[in-house]
């Protein structure tokens, strides 16, 4: 089992940037696909992006493609999301995921077998 701890979230302009950070404990860390999701107000949880065991490899939902990159540092056991040009659209709670089973990056929430808590972004207008 991995336990996982996002941190970054905050209220920003839109315009603005945010890294969000997600620290992971409990297994090896490189032995799992990592990915973020959101989940706004009333809306289903969606998925923003996802990277592969190494790092080499990365997928983005189309609304963040060209503003959102995803990259792992697995001698830290911590994912990142930096977030720029935020708009307001992208007011949501963040939630990273681990998916310890599959070999290709999936945007599924139900192939994620660990979550962890969320953390709060907020884009003004």
């Known amino acids: 089992q991995v336990q996982l701890v996002e941190s970054g979230g905050g209220l920003v302009q839109a315009g603005g940037s945010l890294r969000l950070s997600c620290e992971a404990s409990g297994r090896t860390f490189s032995n799992y696909i990592m990915a973020w999701f959101r989940q706004a107000p009333g809306k289903e949880r969606e998925f923003v992006a996802a990277?592969?065991?190494?790092?080499?490899?990365?997928s983005y939902t189309d609304s963040v493609k060209g503003r959102f990159t995803i990259s792992r540092d697995n001698a830290k056991n911590t994912v990142y999301l930096q977030m720029n040009n935020l708009k307001p659209e992208d007011t949501a709670v963040y939630y990273c995921?681990?998916?310890?089973?599959?070999?290709?990056?999936?945007?599924?929430?139900?192939?994620?077998?660990?979550w962890g808590q969320g953390t709060q972004v907020t884009v003004s207008s």
């Open positions: 990277v592969s065991r190494s790092g080499e490899r990365s």
């Open positions: 995921a681990a998916d310890r089973t599959r070999v290709t990056l999936t945007s599924r929430k139900y192939n994620y077998d660990y």
